[in-house]
């Protein structure tokens, strides 16, 4: 029984992953078979595979491994950048990881070091958001160069790449993911008017917002 369970739940937030992928692809945010998601039940690592398009994939094709890497669901073979996703959940509370190539998000990493405080939204990603030196995708120097930016914070940008950001839900993920996409649209339009130069928030005012989202949102 417990058996039983522990496969439906795993066919449950495989059926989460693969819609949070669509949501990323409907949206912009990756193309074709890029970017990647995964969530995390148990001891496992539910996650999409490698080079297949978003809205082929249905149930019977679940990927899981655990957090050593090692393939204990299903035949496709797991997603190339695996070493991101087992990297945030082995140094983190996280339940769900996003990772995309978003325009604005990769036209900003290959700018700046870090993303500077142009919203006050910055917050909730723990504060400006760094950038992750270059390093060939899939690789264990990838997931370090991650692992160093993410200190502290909920999302980072990977150098000439793209994004990644973590939850504790898929949802959480996705929105920070769509929230890093945004700011870096609006730091990128504000920055390229001639003769002028965004105000940008202090660690004060971050401080401050960061105080006031604990309390947002609505209370069961």
Do not use: F
């Amino acid at each position: 029984m417990a058996e039983q369970m522990s496969k439906e739940s795993i066919e449950r937030v495989w059926q989460d992953v693969i819609a949070t992928a669509c949501r990323t692809a409907g949206a912009g945010l990756v193309v074709g078979t890029s970017g990647n998601v995964s969530a995390r039940v148990g001891s496992l690592v539910v996650v999409t595979p490698s080079g297949v398009p978003y809205e082929q994939l249905t149930v019977a094709d679940v990927v899981a491994v655990d957090l050593a890497g090692q393939q204990m669901v299903g035949d496709l073979k797991p997603t190339s950048e695996l070493p991101l996703h087992l990297e945030v959940y082995r140094n983190s509370q996280a339940r769900a990881v996003v990772h995309t190539h978003a325009v604005h998000a990769t036209a900003v990493s290959t700018l700046v070091d870090e993303l500077p405080p142009i919203h006050y939204m910055t917050a909730d990603l723990g504060g400006p958001v760094r950038v992750a030196p270059y390093a060939l995708y899939g690789t264990d120097e990838l997931a370090r160069n991650m692992r160093r930016a993410l200190a502290g914070r909920t999302a980072c940008l990977l150098q000439n790449h793209g994004t990644i950001a973590h939850g504790d839900t898929l949802a959480r993920a996705y929105d920070r993911t769509a929230q890093l996409e945004w700011m870096c649209q609006v730091w990128l339009t504000a920055s390229s008017v001639p003769g002028l130069r965004p105000s940008l928030l202090s660690s004060a005012q971050l401080d401050e917002v960061a105080a006031r989202l604990r309390g947002y949102g609505q209370r069961p």
